[in-house]
């Protein structure tokens, strides 16, 4: 940027990586800069594929090579332009000036390493230290970023630690040498919220420590909030706006990051439309004429397709976009401010007919050991859930990892075998009936699932895959009539005809889903188990989906059983919340219930946990209104004895360590499984 | 009229079946772009497409040698009133036999060298005072054309450059043609480009498809073609075996044999490992164990008992029914085919064990769940979505196999278990030169074409096996 104060730590001006690929050169990385100054949060905000990470590899040249390159660019740091240094003197600066961390924990340490082996290597000085001496600096850092039983762990493999304990024991190494810079890239995107919350505490922790920089990269809005002090906005390998974390948040001057916080969904949305942006994130392989985001904002005019908008900016802030004059008013726009649409349903409808009945259901895994493969135990993956699901109603369950949410739903579907426990959908009871008369039941009742990219089958045409439900179950006679179905299946979800006669790999994740979600509909079901459906999609997709789901409850009326870990998604759309840890349900209520007033220790730390988009900004610490839970999630195969939650929970009593709690109703929605609540009830 | 009727053996029959099968495999890959996407990546590879010429032309071989007929029978017309029934000789000939007629029929009387005018082993004669003298006779075809005062070697010589002249010719009529259907590397906008352009892309390389290097891999054959067709009928160009056939035919009619074990066997294994091996891992629980339980105990037994077993039976069943074979070809057929099934038999169990694996795996996929929860049928999701998936495997195994195979024909007849003795096979000719090493001076000839052959082909196919592998593995392809 123009001010170039003297006090800058890095400096990044007008980077370029660009990579070869089959189908060309793409821009990844396309004239970015910025500055990080010392002590000083900077996060990178941006959707899949916009070139943060490269960004980042490149500052320390460590972009997969043949096929990426620096074009050109200056990276200053104290002094000096990383970009003109041999690979040898980069090695000084890695790790030891600037370290990175990075998103999955798992892939970057060395399996066949102890952890103390691996953090031995980039203990500064070492050669001139005793053993004794290196031991004690392990178990210092091990300490500093709160690893419990740190002596022990020295001795430990990456595969013995938990995703949370890796990703610390990587804070650890990076921190070894007492860097000036680190970079963390997507830190905690692969950890569950009560452990992301604990590795985000942990760095604001250090941060104020070591008076160290970060530069945080992450596509998470509430995480930026959270953490950063300045942010930096990209889109398709540019940066557009830069901006103090305080304005950011509060007026967001670039459209696209005006469209980003409108299409989160949370609960002031509710039963409103989520405000889309159209379409995904351009590939760039080509040369724009005019502005990146034209093509997906509502404000563009003909200036924006043909001309490039200028950086405009002011003292620190600045923004890439017309709108904008030099002093960062915005101009005369045509701004034809959208209508949010309403969405009609009303809230009301609480006493809805019930679609779905559980009752204590229970999925248990054998677990196999020896060569007689003896069962010596089980993983209770699902272990006694009850919950009903009224017509048209979505009802969510939440919880971590692991706790057995996937298998609750394949379970009800009867795509798993239950142990034990009953499924009573419409007044058949699922657990019964087996064979032929379940196949013809199950158009009643569909899936939609996570990964866009394993959900549907490669091999098939879209519209093959679409109309497989409709030739299964024989719904429509002639070909041509199922052709004509599928057709409109298609404009249904919002995807164009001719998808017809292609292959999955054609289309993006988002588009994937859509497909998937066209499948499940093509049999008219009543009832859909959402399993994540969005997680793997960019915010700005997820709310396409979020939008067309809305529009299909309202229209057919449909049921969901949505799977989620995500609460602003929950906040959004469930009627009611089903809290779940270790494959048991620990509260279930409305979601005003348990958003508003969440009464299990369990739920009150997960809600806590979840970063929340502040107006002000850099919330940092919590303070005491978090509830921050220690440790991690046991395995469902040795559930504690007692309340399964009693390990971390902070308010355990005795009791918690011996019984586990009974269902205690504290309103007319509104049950927990807590000891906290049994007494006041007994008495 | 015709003066021949076809004669189709069970294995021509089973290989014209593999044929079309190919074909219609062919016809769909082109359809689906999974499928023809490596096809594609393969074709412009040196290496590969140079093992394909190579193995198009015993594949050509052995197809010329599978369309079988009975030559009709000229009876004498003395008594006309007799009403005409045409009669057909017992002799059952290929296509290849008849273009090879006179390499057939010129038989000596027992060994001789590639070459050679003279036998390899001499005679008794009476010498010119009455008393008896050893000699070496001329052959009775070998060289026969020559006189005494012709050179050999300039007759050998004369007759290649015509062979050389005849490959020139082929190769300068392919160039033209390739020249006039294919298109450039650099060309993709404009495809009218003229000839003489093309001409010179060929020549210099300068085209996707490697088409020089395919042209000079395949003037190889071609000019061995040509050669046998100058020498042929006047030398035996390998030399003669102990009965005094020419070896070279032999070797050219082993080719069917070898491509039929191959091929055949692995149209055997395909049905049983496909079908088992997905039965046992979409299903598992007890059909896994039955199935899993039939192939453990089959792959512990030693697959070369079974064979053993097998054939020797068949050996007795053949003596005891001599009326259930017509001819000699029709018995020696019914082996091969015997031996391919039992081949099959045992080798079916590492690819199943191959699909078993990867149906467990692909059966926990998101679509096959959704599949499932649409009411889809057990036996539609298997051939819908897991087989499709599959196909690469499948087809992996299947060319890495064929040398395998072909290499178990040698050691089986070499025990004296494969094909019929009275069939040509490159196992047969070693089994046979098993005495000739031992002999003084050594007889070189048999074994040394029958390895020549064998390792062209073997060499071949495990060429083109890699570049298949190499295209078809999604895990390979990524690297
Ligand atoms: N087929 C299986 N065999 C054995 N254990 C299983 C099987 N499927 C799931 N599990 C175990 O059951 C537990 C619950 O798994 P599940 O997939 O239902 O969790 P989840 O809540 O959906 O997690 P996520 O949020 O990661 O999707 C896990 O410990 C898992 O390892
Ligand atoms: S320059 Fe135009 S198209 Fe680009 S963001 Fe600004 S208003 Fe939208
Ligand atoms: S029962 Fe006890 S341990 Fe369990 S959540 Fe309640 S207070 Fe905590
Ligand atoms: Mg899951």
């Given at each position: 940027?123009?001010?170039?104060a003297?006090?800058?730590?890095?400096?990044?001006?007008?980077?370029?990586?660009?990579?070869?690929?089959?189908?060309?050169?793409?821009?990844?990385?396309?004239?970015?800069?910025?500055?990080?100054?010392?002590?000083?949060?900077?996060a990178?905000?941006?959707e899949?594929?916009?070139g943060?990470?490269?960004?980042?590899?490149?500052?320390?040249?460590?972009?997969p090579?043949?096929?990426?390159?620096?074009?050109s660019g200056?990276v200053?740091?104290?002094?000096?332009?990383?970009?003109e240094?041999?690979?040898?003197?980069?090695?000084?600066?890695?790790?030891?000036?600037?370290?990175?961390?990075?998103q999955?924990?798992?892939?970057?340490?060395?399996?066949?390493?102890?952890?103390?082996?691996?953090?031995?290597?980039?203990?500064?000085?070492?050669k001139?230290?005793?053993?004794?001496?290196?031991?004690k600096?392990?178990?210092?850092?091990?300490?500093?970023?709160?690893?419990?039983?740190?002596v022990?762990r020295?001795?430990e493999y990456?595969?013995?630690?938990?995703g949370?304990?890796?990703?610390?024991?990587?804070?650890?190494m990076?921190?070894?040498?007492?860097?000036?810079?680190?970079?963390a890239?997507?830190?905690?995107?692969?950890?569950?919220?009560?452990?992301?919350?604990?590795?985000?505490?942990?760095?604001?922790?250090?941060?104020?420590?070591?008076?160290?920089?970060?530069?945080?990269?992450?596509?998470?809005?509430?995480v930026?909030?959270?953490?950063?002090d300045?942010?930096?906005?990209?889109?398709?390998?540019?940066?557009v706006?830069?901006?103090?974390?305080?304005?950011?948040?509060?007026?967001?001057?670039?459209?696209?990051a005006?469209?980003?916080?409108?299409?989160?969904?949370?609960?002031?949305?509710?039963?409103?439309?989520?405000d889309?942006?159209?379409?995904?994130?351009?590939?760039?392989?080509?040369?724009?004429?005019g502005?990146?985001f034209?093509?997906?904002?509502?404000?563009?005019?003909?200036?924006?397709?043909?001309?490039?908008?200028?950086?405009?900016?002011?003292?620190?802030n600045?923004?890439?976009?017309?709108?904008?004059?030099?002093t960062l008013?915005?101009?005369?726009?045509?701004?034809?401010?959208?209508?949010?649409?309403?969405?009609?349903?009303?809230?009301?409808?609480?006493?809805?007919?019930?679609?779905?009945?559980?009752?204590q259901?229970?999925?248990?895994?054998?677990?196999?050991?020896?060569?007689?493969?003896?069962?010596?135990?089980?993983?209770?993956?699902?272990?006694?859930?009850?919950?009903?699901?009224?017509?048209?109603?979505?009802?969510?369950?939440?919880?971590?990892?692991?706790?057995g949410?996937?298998?609750?739903g394949?379970?009800?579907?009867?795509?798993?075998?239950?142990s034990s426990?009953?499924?009573?959908?419409d007044?058949?009871?699922?657990?019964?009936?087996?064979?032929?008369?379940?196949?013809?039941?199950?158009k009643?009742?569909q899936?939609?699932?996570?990964?866009?990219?394993?959900?549907?089958?490669?091999?098939?045409?879209?519209?093959?895959?679409?109309?497989?439900?409709?030739?299964?179950?024989?719904?429509?006679?002639?070909?041509?009539?199922?052709?004509?179905?599928?057709?409109?299946?298609l404009?249904?979800?919002?995807?164009?005809?001719?998808?017809?006669?292609?292959?999955?790999?054609?289309f993006?994740?988002?588009?994937?889903?859509?497909?998937?979600?066209?499948?499940?509909?093509?049999?008219?079901?009543?009832?859909?188990?959402?399993d994540?459906?969005?997680?793997?999609?960019?915010?700005?997709?997820?709310?396409?989906?979020?939008?067309?789901?809305?529009?299909?409850?309202?229209?057919?009326?449909?049921?969901?059983?949505?799977?989620?870990h995500?609460?602003?998604?929950?906040?959004?759309?469930?009627?009611?919340?089903?809290?779940?840890?270790?494959?048991?349900?620990?509260?279930f209520?409305?979601?005003?219930?348990?958003?508003?007033?969440?009464?299990?220790?369990y739920?009150?730390?997960?809600?806590?946990?979840?970063?929340?988009?502040?107006?002000?900004?850099?919330?940092?610490?919590?303070?005491d209104?978090?509830v921050?839970?220690?440790?991690?999630?046991?395995s469902?195969?040795?559930p504690?004895?007692?309340c399964?939650?009693?390990?971390?929970?902070?308010q355990?009593?005795?009791?918690?360590?011996?019984?586990?709690?009974?269902?205690?109703k504290?309103?007319?929605?509104?049950t927990?499984?807590?000891?906290?609540?049994?007494?006041?009830?007994?008495? | 009229?015709?003066?021949?009727?076809?004669?189709i053996?069970?294995?021509?029959?089973?290989?014209?079946?593999?044929?079309?099968?190919?074909?219609?495999?062919?016809?769909?890959?082109?359809?689906?772009?999974?499928?023809?996407?490596?096809?594609?990546?393969?074709?412009?590879k040196?290496l590969?497409?140079?093992?394909?010429?190579?193995?198009?032309?015993?594949?050509?071989?052995?197809f010329l040698?599978s369309?079988?007929?009975?030559?009709?029978?000229k009876?004498?017309?003395?008594?006309?009133?007799?009403?005409?029934?045409?009669?057909?000789?017992n002799?059952?000939?290929?296509l290849?036999d008849?273009?090879?007629?006179?390499?057939?029929?010129?038989?000596?009387?027992?060994?001789?060298?590639?070459?050679?005018?003279?036998?390899?082993?001499?005679?008794?004669a009476?010498?010119?005072?009455?008393k008896?003298?050893?000699?070496?006779?001329?052959?009775?075809?070998?060289?026969?054309?020559?006189?005494?005062?012709?050179?050999?070697?300039?007759?050998?010589?004369?007759?290649l450059?015509?062979?050389?002249?005849?490959?020139?010719?082929?190769?300068v009529?392919c160039?033209?043609?390739?020249?006039?259907?294919?298109?450039?590397?650099?060309?993709?906008e404009?495809?009218?480009?003229?000839?003489?352009?093309?001409?010179?892309?060929?020549?210099?390389g300068?085209?996707?498809t490697?088409?020089?290097?395919?042209?000079?891999?395949?003037?190889?054959?071609?000019f061995f073609?040509?050669?046998?067709?100058?020498?042929?009928?006047?030398?035996h160009?390998?030399?003669?075996?102990q009965?005094?056939?020419?070896?070279?035919?032999?070797?050219?009619?082993?080719?069917?044999?070898?491509?039929?074990?191959?091929?055949?066997?692995?149209?055997?294994i395909?049905?049983?490992?496909?079908?088992?091996?997905?039965?046992?891992?979409?299903?598992?629980?007890?059909?896994?164990?039955?199935?899993?339980?039939i192939?453990?105990?089959l792959?512990?037994?030693?697959?070369?008992?079974?064979?053993?077993?097998?054939?020797?039976?068949?050996?007795?069943?053949?003596?005891?029914?001599?009326?259930?074979?017509?001819?000699?070809?029709?018995?020696?057929?019914?082996?091969?085919?015997?031996?391919v099934m039992?081949?099959?038999?045992t080798?079916?169990?590492?690819?199943?064990?191959l699909?078993?694996?990867?149906?467990?795996?692909?059966r926990e996929?998101?679509y096959?769940?959704?599949?499932n929860?649409?009411?889809?049928?057990?036996?539609?999701i298997?051939?819908?979505?897991?087989?499709?998936?599959?196909?690469?495997?499948?087809?992996?195994?299947?060319?890495l196999?064929?040398?395998?195979?072909?290499?178990?024909?040698?050691?089986?007849?070499?025990i004296?278990?494969?094909?019929?003795?009275?069939?040509?096979?490159?196992?047969?000719m070693?089994?046979?030169?098993?005495?000739?090493?031992?002999?003084?001076?050594l007889?070189?000839?048999?074994?040394?074409?029958?390895?020549?052959?064998?390792?062209?082909l073997v060499?071949?196919?495990?060429?083109?096996?890699?570049?298949v592998?190499?295209?078809?593995?999604?895990?390979?392809?990524?690297?």
């Amino acid at each position: 940027m123009e001010n170039q104060a003297n006090n800058n730590l890095l400096e990044v001006t007008a980077l370029k990586t660009w990579i070869d690929t089959e189908g060309g050169i793409i821009h990844a990385v396309d004239g970015v800069s910025f500055n990080i100054r010392p002590g000083e949060t900077l996060a990178i905000l941006g959707e899949s594929g916009c070139g943060k990470s490269l960004t980042a590899l490149s500052i320390l040249q460590l972009i997969p090579k043949p096929a990426g390159r620096i074009v050109s660019g200056k990276v200053m740091f104290s002094g000096e332009n990383l970009l003109e240094k041999s690979e040898q003197d980069m090695r000084e600066i890695r790790g030891r000036r600037i370290a990175m961390i990075f998103q999955e924990p798992q892939s970057s340490l060395n399996p066949v390493m102890t952890i103390g082996q691996q953090i031995k290597e980039v203990i500064p000085d070492r050669k001139n230290k005793s053993s004794v001496e290196i031991n004690k600096d392990i178990v210092g850092l091990l300490d500093s970023v709160g690893m419990s039983d740190s002596v022990r762990r020295i001795n430990e493999y990456p595969h013995q630690l938990s995703g949370g304990m890796k990703q610390r024991a990587m804070i650890a190494m990076a921190l070894a040498s007492k860097p000036d810079i680190l970079i963390a890239d997507e830190p905690t995107t692969a950890l569950d919220v009560t452990i992301q919350s604990q590795i985000l505490n942990l760095l604001a922790r250090l941060k104020k420590e070591n008076n160290m920089s970060i530069l945080l990269i992450t596509h998470d809005l509430g995480v930026v909030s959270q953490m950063a002090d300045r942010v930096i906005l990209m889109y398709a390998g540019e940066v557009v706006e830069d901006a103090d974390a305080v304005s950011f948040f509060d007026a967001p001057r670039h459209p696209y990051a005006q469209k980003l916080f409108l299409s989160i969904p949370d609960r002031s949305k509710r039963k409103k439309k989520l405000d889309i942006i159209p379409g995904i994130v351009p590939t760039y392989a080509g040369d724009y004429q005019g502005c990146r985001f034209s093509e997906r904002c509502d404000k563009a005019w003909d200036l924006c397709f043909q001309e490039r908008p200028q950086w405009r900016a002011q003292e620190k802030n600045g923004v890439r976009c017309h709108l904008y004059n030099n002093t960062l008013e915005p101009q005369e726009t045509s701004d034809k401010n959208i209508e949010q649409g309403l969405i009609t349903a009303d809230e009301k409808q609480d006493k809805a007919e019930t679609l779905l009945d559980v009752k204590q259901l229970k999925v248990h895994f054998p677990i196999h050991k020896g060569i007689f493969r003896r069962v010596v135990g089980h993983v209770k993956a699902v272990d006694g859930i009850s919950l009903k699901i009224g017509r048209g109603r979505t009802v969510a369950i939440v919880g971590e990892s692991g706790c057995g949410k996937t298998t609750a739903g394949k379970a009800i579907l009867q795509l798993i075998k239950p142990s034990s426990g009953e499924v009573i959908y419409d007044g058949a009871r699922l657990t019964k009936i087996t064979g032929e008369e379940l196949r013809q039941l199950r158009k009643n009742f569909q899936i939609i699932f996570q990964d866009p990219y394993a959900s549907l089958n490669p091999r098939m045409l879209v519209g093959e895959s679409i109309a497989e439900g409709l030739h299964a179950l024989k719904l429509e006679s002639s070909k041509a009539a199922i052709q004509t179905r599928v057709k409109k299946l298609l404009t249904q979800v919002g995807m164009p005809v001719d998808s017809y006669g292609r292959y999955p790999h054609e289309f993006s994740g988002g588009q994937r889903q859509r497909i998937s979600i066209a499948r499940a509909l093509a049999v008219s079901p009543d009832l859909i188990v959402c399993d994540e459906p969005t997680s793997a999609l960019d915010v700005s997709v997820q709310a396409q989906i979020l939008n067309l789901l809305n529009d299909l409850q309202n229209e057919l009326s449909l049921s969901y059983l949505f799977i989620t870990h995500d609460i602003s998604v929950v906040e959004y759309l469930a009627h009611e919340v089903a809290v779940m840890y270790l494959g048991r349900i620990v509260e279930f209520g409305t979601a005003a219930d348990i958003l508003d007033n969440p009464l299990h220790p369990y739920t009150q730390a997960l809600l806590s946990a979840v970063p929340v988009i502040s107006k002000t900004g850099n919330t940092g610490y919590k303070g005491d209104s978090q509830v921050l839970l220690a440790g991690d999630i046991p395995s469902p195969s040795k559930p504690p004895a007692g309340c399964h939650f009693h390990v971390r929970c902070p308010q355990a009593t005795e009791i918690c360590r011996q019984q586990y709690p009974a269902e205690t109703k504290t309103g007319d929605s509104h049950t927990v499984f807590c000891h906290l609540f049994e007494s006041d009830e007994q008495h | 009229m015709l003066d021949f009727t076809f004669k189709i053996l069970v294995t021509d029959a089973l290989l014209y079946l593999l044929v079309t099968a190919i074909i219609i495999f062919i016809v769909y890959a082109r359809k689906h772009e999974h499928l023809s996407a490596p096809w594609r990546q393969i074709k412009n590879k040196k290496l590969a497409m140079s093992a394909l010429v190579i193995l198009g032309f015993f594949v050509i071989t052995g197809f010329l040698d599978s369309v079988h007929i009975r030559q009709e029978i000229k009876i004498d017309n003395t008594s006309k009133n007799q009403q005409q029934v045409a009669q057909y000789s017992n002799e059952v000939l290929s296509l290849l036999d008849l273009l090879l007629t006179k390499m057939r029929q010129q038989t000596e009387k027992t060994y001789s060298a590639p070459f050679a005018i003279n036998s390899f082993t001499k005679e008794v004669a009476d010498g010119e005072q009455g008393k008896p003298v050893l000699y070496y006779p001329r052959l009775k075809y070998g060289g026969a054309h020559l006189q005494a005062q012709d050179s050999r070697i300039y007759d050998i010589g004369k007759r290649l450059l015509w062979a050389l002249f005849w490959t020139l010719s082929v190769l300068v009529f392919c160039i033209l043609l390739i020249a006039k259907i294919t298109d450039s590397k650099n060309n993709i906008e404009n495809k009218h480009i003229n000839i003489a352009t093309r001409l010179k892309n060929i020549i210099s390389g300068n085209t996707n498809t490697p088409w020089l290097t395919i042209l000079l891999v395949m003037s190889i054959p071609v000019f061995f073609i040509s050669s046998i067709a100058e020498l042929g009928p006047y030398y035996h160009i390998m030399g003669t075996d102990q009965v005094g056939n020419d070896v070279l035919y032999k070797s050219i009619k082993s080719i069917r044999t070898g491509l039929l074990i191959g091929t055949l066997t692995t149209l055997i294994i395909l049905p049983f490992a496909v079908v088992f091996g997905i039965t046992a891992g979409y299903f598992r629980g007890w059909v896994d164990d039955l199935i899993q339980y039939i192939y453990t105990t089959l792959s512990s037994i030693p697959s070369v008992l079974l064979i053993v077993a097998a054939i020797l039976s068949l050996q007795v069943y053949m003596t005891n029914n001599p009326e259930s074979f017509a001819t000699l070809i029709d018995r020696s057929d019914i082996r091969l085919l015997f031996l391919v099934m039992i081949l099959g038999v045992t080798s079916w169990t590492g690819l199943c064990r191959l699909l078993r694996a990867e149906t467990m795996k692909l059966r926990e996929l998101d679509y096959i769940q959704a599949a499932n929860s649409l009411g889809v049928r057990h036996r539609r999701i298997m051939s819908r979505h897991i087989f499709p998936n599959l196909m690469h495997i499948v087809l992996i195994t299947v060319v890495l196999d064929f040398s395998g195979l072909v290499l178990a024909e040698a050691v089986l007849s070499y025990i004296g278990v494969g094909v019929d003795p009275t069939m040509d096979s490159w196992g047969n000719m070693i089994n046979g030169a098993r005495l000739e090493m031992a002999r003084e001076p050594l007889v070189w000839w048999n074994l040394t074409a029958a390895f020549v052959f064998m390792f062209i082909l073997v060499l071949a196919a495990n060429i083109f096996s890699d570049a298949v592998r190499d295209a078809f593995d999604p895990r390979l392809r990524k690297a």
